[in-house]
């Protein structure tokens, strides 16, 4: 096997934490790659102007595969008042750094897995009909358009003449908020395009003719957005009629989305949706396996080979500064499995998975979350594992 090289962005927070640990996963289990150290994030946004700079641009170029660990986003406002003096009131304008690289690189395809962990104490139940509780087995796979819609970044406060003179021509603005002093006006656009709709389409009925399930499950609301959320559905179910004859295509609103997931999310295998709402019905599906610190993620495109692996969770920076890391490392480990995948090492991915499903089921080594307990350094005392402590426990399953 060549030797790789892989871009590492620890990010901020807990992101460095969690990625040390996953990298040492992977040593154990075999992968021998290079690491780069790739700067992304809020300092970086604080020093220089620049959360994704383009020394991390270039690594990206010329390697191709990266893991991120996680970021630090705030609002406006407060990104303003935190960069260095030096560069205030010279222009500059925080955008998230991964979304920014979403959009460069084109990684507009997103898939996100949430699948049960037998054992996993926060799995969810249900009571059924004779008293007793069922665990349903979830096994869902969220294709996300990751470049496009509610995050595509094109919007405007206090809009100029051009913008706003071109929304007075929608009859339903110029009745609605023509009303609106341009000065008070905010507006964020929801734009899909058929090419980037249909590839993200296409791969989530590849995967379920793969994975050999029946149908895929359009999540959006057309009932009431009705050219870009039309537009996605149509494209699903004339693929379904052209292309893809034994697959059928489910429409489901993103809001009866988050009460049937509850009901029954063993009912669900393939879900795809537009950028925001693959980000909600992904975070809500997490919720059903463990959380965040179970949730995972993988990013590419397929023109130009450029992936990136990561959580979803967040920088959670009121526990990075802990003398001891509490946090799950589940969810990163599980993004370097993804990872795995992608390179074609799927004896690695799989001996990993099998390691951290052991560990998950024997129970003995538990993160706070999975004990749930309230996220302060006392949960050592209460039982719960250290971060490196349960990705020590992964790597002796490996062992």
């Known amino acids: 096997m060549a030797k790789r090289t892989i871009v590492a962005m620890p990010g901020d927070g807990i992101g460095k934490v969690v990625l040390d640990e996953a990298i040492r996963v992977l040593y154990a289990a075999g992968f021998e790659a290079d690491y780069v150290n790739g700067d992304i994030g809020w300092d970086f946004w604080c020093k220089e102007g620049n959360p994704l700079p383009d020394r991390t641009i270039k690594l990206l170029e010329e390697h191709k595969i990266g893991l991120f660990g996680a ?52 799995n969810f139940v249900r009571r059924n009909a004779a008293g007793g509780v069922d665990e349903p087995a979830v096994d869902v796979m969220i294709f996300r358009q990751n470049t496009e819609g509610l995050y595509g970044g094109v ?43 249909t590839r993200i389409i296409r791969a989530a009925f590849e995967y379920a003719k793969k994975r050999g399930f029946d149908k895929i499950t ?12 039309g537009m996605i559905l149509k494209i699903a179910q004339e693929m379904s009629k052209n292309e893809y004859p034994n697959i059928w295509v489910e429409d489901v609103n993103i809001d009866a989305m988050m009460m049937w997931l509850t009901k029954n999310p063993e009912n669900y295998h393939v879900i795809v949706a537009e950028n925001m ?15 965040l610190g179970f949730a995972t993620s993988a990013q590419f495109n397929p023109d130009s080979g450029v992936a990136v692996f990561e959580p979803t969770h967040g920088s959670a920076p009121k526990y990075a500064n ?68 349960l990705a020590e426990a992964i790597i002796a399953k490996l062992k």
């Open 322 to 389: 802990f003398d001891t890391s509490i946090v799950n490392p589940i969810a990163m480990i599980m993004s370097a499995v993804m990872m795995l995948e992608h390179l074609n090492e799927f004896d690695m991915a799989n001996r990993i998975r099998k390691a951290v499903e052991e560990v998950v089921a024997e129970g003995k080594v538990r993160a706070y979350d999975m004990l749930k307990l309230k996220g302060t350094p006392e949960v050592f005392a209460q039982g719960a594992a250290s971060t490196h402590e």
């Open 218 to 229: 359009v999540c959006e609301k057309p009932n009431v957005i009705r050219e870009t959320s």
């Open 155 to 197: 919007e405007w406060t206090n809009p100029g003449d051009q913008v706003y003179d071109a929304l007075m021509t929608h009859p339903r603005f110029s009745v609605n908020f023509g009303w609106c002093p341009r000065e008070e006006l905010a507006v964020s656009t929801r734009i899909v395009t058929k090419k980037f709709s």
């Open 277 to 291: 709402f693959g980000d909600i019905v992904s975070d809500a599906f997490a919720g059903l396996i463990g959380g």
């Open 71 to 122: 970021i630090t986003s705030k609002p406006k406002d407060k990104a303003a008042s935190e960069l260095a003096p030096e560069l205030r009131d010279k222009g500059y304008t925080y955008y998230s750094p991964i979304v920014t690289m979403r959009q460069k690189f084109g990684l507009d395809i997103c898939m996100r897995p949430c699948q049960t962990l037998k054992g996993n104490p926060l």
